[in-house]
């Protein structure tokens, strides 16, 4: 049998079929290659998501170490205090090397403590510094001892001598010198005494952030994980819907 009413240039569809079955029934190619990607870009996003929820946990753990509180919260500027007590109260140069030398040595216990106690690390530097203080002050004090002492021999020359005039001014400005050096003196227990409350607000003010610090962390990964689960589920009941049948007719 022949067939009639085909051209040599053949058969062309008309632009309302163009993309479609040939029967014209089913899906769309536009509309399958659209599903296609869909379904590849939910898999991409669900193992982004997933990637992301351990990039979080890792920083959270991170932040959790960095933020931990502080073992313990010992009174390390009460060594300031004392050092400063025992300086006041030296009246010679014995007394003095004496107050210097337990200076030093809380200096040197407290390098030891900062290395075991990374926590109060700026608490415990604060005191080495005051107490550094305390080490310089002790050496100007000595000098100032050595200085008096040589004005009271002279003094006593005077009296002997009966230079009365000049042995009681000379009395008088040892008084004002030793008068100025005890107001001095107090002034630093005071110093060392405010700084000691100062850094204690501070400590507490760190040791505070730190737990807001701890519960935020924790709040987030809380959160964090919840999206993760509503995101696994929504993705798993998105995979169990079955994909539409497509039926092409030759």
Sequence with gaps: MGISGIGAGGYYPSPAVSGQNVSGQGVPQEEQQALADSLKEQEEDQKTLIEMMKEAKEQAAEREKM????????????????????????????????ASGYARRQIAQLRAAKRSDADNADRIQAAINQL???????????????QEKLAAKRQARLEKEKRTREAKRLRQQLKTRQTQRMIRESGYLREADVDNRLQDQLAASRLEMR????????????????????????????????????????
């Design 67 to 98: 933020f931990k509180l502080p073992k313990n919260s010992r009174r390390y500027g009460d060594a300031t205090i004392m050092a400063y007590s025992k300086l006041a109260r030296a009246r010679s140069l014995g007394e003095v090397d004496a």
């Design 132 to 146: 550094q203080k305390a080490v310089n002050r002790a050496g100007r004090k000595k000098r100032e001892i050595s």
């Design 211 to 250: 737990q807001q610090m701890q519960e935020l962390t924790e709040q987030t990964q809380v959160s964090v994980e919840a999206a993760v689960q509503q995101y696994t589920a929504a993705a798993s009941s998105a995979e169990s819907v079955p994909a539409p049948e497509i039926s092409v007719q030759a």
